[in-house]
């Protein structure tokens, strides 16, 4: 069955209407996933600038607490610092105070005319007595 001219055109544009349907419905379909696709959009940036919005205050919430952090670190050091130089401030005064009664003690043997090795094994004595008082009075 041979089909006429006219018939063939009918026939080429029922084809050409199935498919035009076809890539309508492909094409509404892929608006309505669009649609979709922009709304997931919408929300995750939304969601983006509030998870944005907590980590800058997460941030400057860390800032503050590393300034303080540190703020206290270095009044602590400091607090450790003052006795410490309190303690070397004695230290050196005791010091400055043992070379002055060494140097009374040198020139009080120098005029007496003292045996000096007598007087350094009597100091050497002495010495011993106290360090044995200072062992007993820590206990």
């Not at 349907?21 to 995750?44: D, P, Y």
């Not at 005029?111 to 050497?124: F, I, K, M, N, R």
């Amino acid at each position: 069955a041979q089909r006429t001219p006219a018939e063939q055109t009918l026939h080429q544009m029922r084809e050409d209407v199935a498919t035009y349907e076809k890539e309508m419905s492909v094409l509404h379909s892929t608006r309505m996933h669009n649609r979709i696709l922009q709304s997931q959009l919408q929300q995750l940036e939304a969601d983006h600038e509030v998870l944005e919005k907590k980590f800058q205050q997460q941030m400057k919430e860390k800032s503050e607490l590393e300034k303080k952090y540190e703020e206290r670190l270095e009044i602590a050091r400091q607090r450790g610092m003052i006795p410490s130089g309190v303690m070397i401030g004695r230290i050196n005064a005791q010091r400055q105070l043992l070379a002055k009664k060494e140097d009374q003690l040198a020139e009080v043997v120098a005029s007496a005319q003292l045996d000096p090795e007598g007087v350094h094994e009597l100091t050497a004595q002495l010495d011993e007595i106290l360090t044995a008082k200072n062992r007993i009075q820590q206990y």
